[in-house]
């Protein structure tokens, strides 16, 4: 039950705080006045869809703060992490910037908007001006069946094998082509795989040939130069090397330390810089002798490119690549020459997945069947009771027209009928229902889906539409009724709703200094004689009126009397 809501720069609303009660809550005010602000205000608080347009001409944010009784929601708030208020309330704000960005907050917490429009959907069921309209959608009307049987667990049970059931008929469709396609594949695959094979790739081969490439380019002037260096090290016929020079300065200076204290190791470092002169003339000599070419390498070296280069501009970029797409045009052929045995094996799981998914689709049906007889008698019952006791409704089922007869929701498509005169046949509610009758229709339909849920606040934005005399009497009792176990909250223009009400607000608008406020004020018993009788007799009061609406306040308060002794 929502005990409070404060609204700060939505629309023509600066501020305002609303403490609502149980039973029916009625709001009520001239048009344009603001009252579906209110509603607007509670569907952004729990989780509707905002946007810059809802702030105050002027205010750079808007705020919209609301508090709840938290015991229905207690598992929702220990699933999210959230700590439960110690007297048992639920404070969510949402807070919508002038970029139209928005943060929500439950018990102080941050939440997302998903998160927020979960926790909504558990504490607030909001019936808009067109929620009638949808009706007209039969679309839906397979929803609501299932919303009234309560068939989530099985749905989601059907869902996960009919899920399955398109995935494994996907993956039969891939591997399916005709004979020419296949052959005209095959063909291609095997010549590509075979241009890889023969090519031996090897990675980083690429790489080495091309250094390879550069030495050879480069042999003549290497040449010179490292024989230049080896013969400075090693010496030749005429003189004697560098290491040779050093190995000797090292012996003279290791017996002059003998004299020279100061000396000492310095023989031992002229030794291993020789050793270090030799070992660098080994290398030198190996660089030297790898210098040695065949005459038709370099030919082969660059005919090993360009295969390279021409592998590479068809199947990748480099010899990883090469490998990589070769693996995976050997995968794709294997599959393709398997595919007459997969597909087998694949078919006999669809056909055993097919056979659950019926059966699965079948039992769903005989829940919605049983289901549609209940519906049906009690839809009859409320639209009785709201001054339609000639309506004829039923629920018309048909098979899925989609290929195979299922579909998401099973093997049914659903359709309400109705007719509106006793003796007419049932048809199309788009093509028979009027205005009026459609929101008598969806608040029935309300009252029956409400029976089984726990939703503790029902919200009703203009339920009135096209709805006069006797019907709108059956209406505001029906809205009594319905409060007397839920909080109901109504915005009305009817009379005889608002007589009917537990506490009644009255939504003002007013011009002030050029700018237009909004204000919600709570009626004490003379404020609502006035207001009913301004909805009756429109701007002139009289005393007619104002008899009148006590008239209708003195019947409503009977009628509820009358209420609690059943």
């Not at 006045?33 to 869809?49: E, H």
């Not at 009638?132 to 749905?155: I, M, P, Q, S, V």
């Not at 070419?293 to 068809?314: I, V, Y």
């Not at 849920?453 to 809205?479: H, Y």
Request: charged share 30%; proline share 2%; glycine share 8%.
């Amino acid at each position: 039950m929502i005990k409070l809501l404060h609204i700060e720069n939505i629309a023509v609303v600066e501020k305002a705080d609303i403490a609502f009660r149980p039973g029916l809550n009625v709001l009520t005010g001239e048009t344009g006045a603001g009252k579906s602000i209110v509603i607007d205000a509670l569907t952004a608080v729990t989780g509707g869809r905002v946007s810059r347009d809802l702030i105050r001409t002027g205010a750079d944010r808007a705020v919209v703060t609301a508090v709840f009784t938290g015991e229905a929601v207690s598992d929702w708030l220990l699933e999210n992490g959230i700590e439960p208020d110690e007297e048992g309330s639920v404070f969510i704000q949402r807070r919508i910037a002038g970029d139209g960005k928005s943060t929500c907050r439950v018990n102080g917490m941050p939440v997302a908007v998903g998160q927020l429009r979960q926790l909504g959907d558990l504490l607030l069921d909001i019936h808009g001006q067109n929620d009638g309209r949808k009706l007209l959608d039969e679309g839906r009307h397979r929803a609501y069946l299932d919303r009234f049987a309560g068939l989530d667990g099985a749905l989601s049970d059907y869902a996960a094998v009919f899920t399955a059931l398109r995935d494994k008929q996907a993956e039969i469709d891939a591997l399916v082509m005709d004979e020419g396609e296949k052959a005209r594949r095959i063909d291609t695959l095997q010549f590509q795989l075979e241009e890889l094979d023969r090519a031996e790739i090897r990675p980083g081969e690429y790489e080495e040939i091309s250094q390879r490439r550069a030495l050879m380019k480069n042999a003549a002037r290497l040449t010179e130069a490292l024989a230049g260096a080896l013969e400075a090290l090693t010496g030749s016929d005429d003189s004697f090397g560098a290491a040779s020079l050093l190995r000797d300065a090292g012996d003279m200076v290791s017996d002059a330390e003998e004299y020279a204290g100061s000396l000492n190791g310095a023989g031992e470092k002229l030794r291993s810089l020789a050793f270090d002169a030799e070992d660098i003339a080994e290398q030198i000599r190996d660089v030297l002798f790898s210098l040695e070419f065949s005459p038709d390498e370099m030919d082969r070296l660059d005919a090993r490119l360009d295969q390279l280069r021409r592998l590479m501009k068809k199947y990748g970029d480099s010899e990883e690549e090469l490998i990589t797409y070769r693996e995976k045009i050997r995968a794709e052929l294997e599959t393709i020459e398997m595919a007459s045995s997969r597909i087998e094996k694949l078919t006999a799981e669809r056909e055993s997945l097919q056979k659950t998914a019926w059966e699965k689709a079948k039992a769903l049906s005989d829940l919605r069947r049983k289901a549609a007889l209940r519906m049906t008698e009690r839809i009859r019952e409320e639209l009785s009771a709201l001054s339609m006791p000639g309506v004829q409704f039923e629920v018309q089922f048909s098979p899925v027209r989609a290929d195979g007869g299922l579909s998401a929701f099973g093997c049914d498509e659903v359709r309400f009928l109705m007719s509106a005169n006793a003796g007419e046949a049932p048809g199309r509610i788009s093509q028979i229902a009027s205005g009026g009758e459609l929101s008598r229709i969806m608040l029935a339909l309300k009252n029956v889906l409400s029976e089984n849920e726990d939703i503790d606040t029902l919200v009703f934005d203009e339920v009135d539409a096209g709805v006069s005399g006797i019907a709108a009497q059956r209406v505001a009792e029906k809205l009594a009724t319905l409060s007397a176990h839920r909080q109901v909250l109504c915005v009305t223009h009817l009379p005889q709703i608002a007589a009917m009400a537990d506490t009644h607000f009255e939504i003002k608008k007013e011009t002030k200094s050029g700018r237009t406020y909004t204000s919600v004020t709570l009626l004490d018993e003379e404020g609502r004689r006035r207001e009913l009788a301004r909805l009756i007799g429109g701007e002139n009061v009289t005393p007619t009126t104002l008899l009148s609406a006590g008239e209708q306040l003195d019947a409503a308060g009977a009628f509820k009397a009358a209420l609690k002794t059943k």
